[in-house]
Each structure stands twice: as structure tokens, then as C-alpha cells.
């Protein structure tokens, strides 16, 4: 099992969608769970922190169920500013670095 | 300004040379790391410090080499036996366990 997997996508929805992106971690002693934006040829930006309890960051949603070593990301009413790519990242087995998947594309359209 | 500064944005070498990536921080950091990130591919980890003069290897070390002399600067050297160096280095800094944060990368290019 890879350390961090993602739907390997891309999504393509209208404006508007609620759009859900899921991934899965092997780290089962994980302690650390983000969620980062990347736009075409930038850097990663953090979008969000998943904590165990679940967050809401506006129209963001995060999910962390450490029993199946699951996280989600929700996105409502998309827009298309929201079109960028989305990483999953998770703490490596010593806890030192972060692990990033490849990343699942999201295009909204008009 | 605080940040992470990386230069220069885009880089151009021929094979067999060695060449230095900058990266500086003022964020008062102590961990810093560098990816790599392939075109559609996800980030991988080369070598990452924790503290200045100790730094560990990632996933992809090999060709390549860093120094951490002092806490704000992490400069990577790719070296000639790196078999494909082109690709996008991004630098990272992290305070304790919380979120990293990057700079704005540089673009090397080997011919």
C-alpha cells in the first residue's frame, strides 16, 4: 500500500457542484493530516487541517476517519476558482516530514 | 517580508555539471525540506533538516547533496550523478508538527 493515495481523477464539474475527494493513508501511528492546493506550476498551498473531529473551513469540509485511515475533502458550490489541484498530506512513519500523494485535478466549469 | 525565498525561479544547466539551489528562510523555522515535484507528478521528499548542522536523507537522495551551516539557509546541490535532474525543487520550512510552507520553487532545466 502506498504511504498516501489519492482518486487520481481529474474531476470535471459545473459551478455550483459539491464535489468530494478521498484518500488513504498506510501510516496507521499518522498524527498529522492536511489538505493542500496546488495551482498549475506554483507551489503548494495549505487549504486546510483535518482534525479528528472533522473541520469546516467555509465551503471546504474535512474528514478524518483513523479506523480505516481515511481522509475526504468536501467542496459545496464550487467555483471556478476552485479549479487547481488538491493534495493529501499526511506526517511519514517517524513523524519528521510530510508525505504528499500525487494529488487529484479539479476543473469547474461555467 | 517573511517567507521562503528561493532563486533563481528557473535554471538552466548542461549535463555533467553540478549546480546550487538557493533557499532561504526568515521565518524563524527550524525544519526545512526539499521536494521534487515531476510534471503530473506528487512531490518527493529529497532531504529535510531539523536542526542546523543535521539534515537527513528522503526517498530520492541520491545525486544530490545539502548543508545547514545556518538555521535560515538550506541550499541543495544537484550533482552530475543525479540521472534526471530536470524538474521543479521546492523548498519547505516547518515549525514543530504544525503545517509546512513553501517557496515559490525553482524550475531546473538539464540539457
Known amino acids: 500500500r502506498k504511504e498516501v493515495e489519492q482518486d487520481p481523477g481529474p474531476f470535471n464539474v459545473p459551478e455550483g457542484a459539491t464535489v468530494a475527494f478521498n484518500c488513504t493513508y498506510s501510516n496507521s501511528a499518522s498524527q498529522s493530516f492536511f489538505w493542500y492546493r496546488q495551482d498549475c506550476r506554483k507551489e503548494p498551498k495549505l487549504l486546510m487541517s483535518v482534525y479528528s473531529s472533522g473541520n469546516e473551513d467555509g465551503r471546504f469540509t474535512a474528514q478524518l476517519n483513523r479506523a480505516s485511515q481515511y481522509i475526504s475533502l468536501l467542496i459545496r458550490d464550487s467555483k471556478l476558482s476552485d479549479s487547481a489541484t488538491y493534495l493529501c498530506v499526511v506526517n511519514n512513519r517517524a513523524g519528521t516530514a510530510l508525505i504528499f500523494g500525487k494529488g487529484t485535478t479539479l476543473s469547474v466549469s461555467s | 517580508d517573511g517567507g521562503i525565498t528561493q532563486s533563481p525561479k528557473y535554471l538552466f544547466r548542461k549535463e555533467g555539471q553540478n549546480v546550487t539551489l538557493s533557499c532561504e528562510q526568515n521565518?524563524?523555522?527550524?525544519?526545512m525540506y526539499w521536494y521534487r515535484q515531476d510534471p503530473g507528478q506528487g512531490l518527493r521528499l529529497i532531504y529535510y533538516?531539523?536542526?542546523?548542522?543535521?539534515?537527513q536523507k528522503g526517498d530520492i537522495a541520491e545525486g544530490y547533496s545539502v548543508s545547514r551551516e545556518k538555521k535560515e539557509s538550506f541550499p541543495l546541490t544537484v550533482t552530475s550523478a543525479q540521472k534526471n535532474p530536470t524538474a521543479f525543487y521546492l523548498c519547505?520550512?516547518?515549525?514543530?508538527?504544525?503545517?509546512?510552507?513553501f517557496g515559490p520553487g525553482t524550475r531546473l532545466t538539464v540539457t
Open positions: 533538516s531539523q536542526i542546523v548542522n543535521d539534515f
Open positions: 519547505a520550512t516547518r515549525f514543530g508538527e504544525h503545517e509546512q510552507y
Open positions: 521565518l524563524n523555522h527550524d525544519a
